[in-house]
């Protein structure tokens, strides 16, 4: 344990890039894939959810905006980092490295 | 142990059995318990074991819990220019697990944990090491030698890279399953 306290004090600034790859993939929303497997959530699971019937609106309420346009802006103009992979399977946990943007 | 959301207590190594027992429909009640206790009744959990192990006549399993209990958080350092306040937690009775900063997820504070979680790998007696949105957990080796090694045959998943984010409040409690 003083020694993991010990390590946090001498550790004074932050200097180090960490090793990283640069992907590119195309988005989509509201495609009609996707909206078809939102309609077959909630005709099989249930109906009735705060995420549903727009998971991506769910996102801006929870982040006290108006709608979606914001959040959809931030994940196509910002570079996030993926820091976790399938938490959701096959679903990336993101960040975005310009703190300007919103992170849902 | 949680994938990452907040949880507010623990299940201790000593009844991991218990919670492999559960299911649907029972009634689970926490006890807050110390560190010390946790690990007295994991001996306990093990050498029940080992006694069926070796063919010894054994009575019913002691459930019994203990009353002491202590605070969750072992150490503060304050925030920093560069880094927000830094808190240590005992999570569970194996691993520690420190947050930074606030409750917010940035691409900043990911990275910051991520160069301490390079420098902790580097410790010899710490077992694992994973770095979350917000924290590490560590699994300090001095933490499991000698009295884990049955439970682990049996129920432990350590060997599988785990993260553990405990939220303001993790506590050490101890669950057991009420019969009703």
């Known amino acids: 344990m003083s020694r993991l306290v010990d390590l946090e004090h001498s550790l004074t600034g932050f200097s180090e890039s960490i090793p990283s790859r640069v992907f590119r993939f195309p988005i989509l929303f509201d495609d009609p894939l996707a909206r078809a497997a939102i309609d077959e959530y909630i005709t099989t699971l249930r109906n009735s959810a705060v995420y549903l019937p727009d998971n991506v609106e769910y996102v801006a309420k929870a982040n006290g905006l108006e709608n979606s346009s914001v959040i959809k802006k931030s994940l196509a103009s910002c570079r996030q980092l993926v820091v976790g992979i399938s938490f959701l399977a096959g679903m990336p946990f993101m960040l975005p490295l310009d703190p300007r943007y919103v992170n849902p | ?180």
């Open chain 2, 1 to 180: 142990m949680t994938g990452g959301l907040v949880t507010t207590c623990t299940v201790v190594k000593a009844d991991f059995w218990r919670l492999g027992q559960c299911r649907p429909g029972d009634t689970i009640h926490f006890k807050r318990i110390s560190w010390e206790s946790a690990l007295r009744l994991r001996q306990r959990t093990e050498h029940y074991l080992s006694s069926v192990k070796d063919g010894e006549t054994v009575s019913l399993v002691d459930v019994s819990l203990p009353d002491e209990w202590e605070d969750t958080v072992l150490a503060r350092i304050p925030k920093t220019p560069t880094t927000g306040e830094v808190v240590f937690r005992q999570s569970g009775d194996s691993y520690l697990h420190v947050t930074y900063g606030p409750m917010v997820s940035s691409a900043l504070t990911r990275a910051l944990v991520q160069y301490r979680v390079k420098r902790v790998q580097d410790m010899n007696d710490i077992i694992e090491v994973t770095g979350a949105v917000r924290c590490k957990s560590e699994q300090p080796t001095a933490l499991t030698d000698s009295i884990s090694r049955p439970i682990r045959s049996a129920c432990d998943n350590s060997e599988i890279p785990h993260v553990t984010l405990g939220g303001p409040r993790a506590q050490s409690h101890r669950i057991f399953r009420v019969n009703s």
